[in-house]
């Protein structure tokens, strides 16, 4: 999952109205009948992180530096699209960087050519959480996502995947639960992404495919939990927040590409400037593991 340079973050209006039964309905479309319908404007939740690339000239020279205010190590790519009048970086210099956590970080410095014509250039950039060299390293089974005792069933797991078609997503594990349903940590680490206001679900990646509630957490390996179609308004951690394995972080819902209520979940890491899914162990009765199938029902001890 590449991430591009810039996000619009707009406000989203919800309706909230009793529907035939009686039951609450809350949607981001207006009845179609002349029903009273309470109309809410969702807040936009966290702001969130970014990563800039910005220069400045100084004397002769162009001068490169990169903000990266996300809480955890960035994997970023620069690409020079038209230099006049500066010199071009060494052929053998890599324009790939990894930027610390919180960071700001001095790139690059190309010089002028001549005193006579103007330097311009003009550049782009993309961007990816992690390290490229992290290893995946748990020291024990990942405890699964929800309250111990309880029991939900796997229904969607490698190599059985509908809709899990993608590098970053061939491993992961779609666990079906009722909505409201406790998600606790499976791992310790630290909170480096939180999507919580968004309510609509669809079928259509494209169109809901960006519209999923989710916590992102970063292990002490440098690998990453995602946690997905958490049920909106619920989360109750945010970035830079340090979680212990089987803390409580959200409830599940049916958010985002998805056909009805589960929590999608995975293991991912950066393979150089694309993100891949890594195989899960769940931990079973007395330490056992639990290799999650298609069908299977999962428990939590």
């Not at 530096?65 to 970023?76: R, S």
């Not at 490229?132 to 797991?157: C, G, I, N, T, W």
């Amino acid at each position: 999952m590449l991430l591009a340079i810039g996000d619009i973050s707009l406000a989203q209006a919800l309706y909230k109205y009793r529907g035939p039964d009686g039951e609450w309905v809350y949607t981001d479309r207006a009845p179609e009948t002349e029903e009273q319908a309470e109309i809410r404007e969702l807040p936009n939740g966290f702001k969130k992180a970014e990563v800039s690339v910005t220069h400045r000239v100084i004397g002769t020279q162009i001068q490169f530096y990169a903000t990266n205010e996300f809480y955890a190590p960035v994997e970023l790519e620069l690409a020079l699209d038209v230099v006049e009048n500066v010199g071009l970086p060494h052929p053998d210099q890599s324009m790939h960087w990894l930027l610390p956590a919180r960071s700001q970080t001095d790139l690059l410095q190309l010089d002028a050519l001549d005193e006579v014509g103007v330097p311009y250039i003009s550049y782009r950039f993309m961007y990816l959480y992690g390290d490229p060299d992290a290893e995946h390293m748990a020291e024990q089974p990942y405890r699964a996502p929800f309250a111990k005792a309880r029991k939900f069933l796997v229904s969607q797991a490698f190599p059985i995947g509908v809709t899990h078609n993608t590098l970053d997503s061939y491993h992961a594990v779609d666990i079906s639960m009722p909505i409201g349903t406790d998600v606790y940590a499976a791992r310790e680490g630290m909170v480096i992404e939180v999507a919580s206001t968004n309510f609509r679900a669809g079928p259509d990646p494209g169109e809901e495919g960006a519209s999923a509630n989710l916590v992102r957490i970063l292990h002490d390996d440098g690998t990453f939990a995602i946690y997905a179609h958490l049920n909106w308004n619920t989360i109750r951690v945010q970035p830079g927040d340090e979680v212990a394995r089987g803390e409580y972080i959200a409830d599940s819902g049916n958010t985002g590409f998805s056909t009805g209520p589960h929590l999608h979940f995975a293991i991912l890491r950066n393979d150089g400037m694309r993100m891949e899914s890594l195989p899960v162990v769940f931990e079973g009765p007395n330490k056992t593991k639990i290799i999650p199938e298609y069908g299977q029902e999962l428990a939590a001890y």
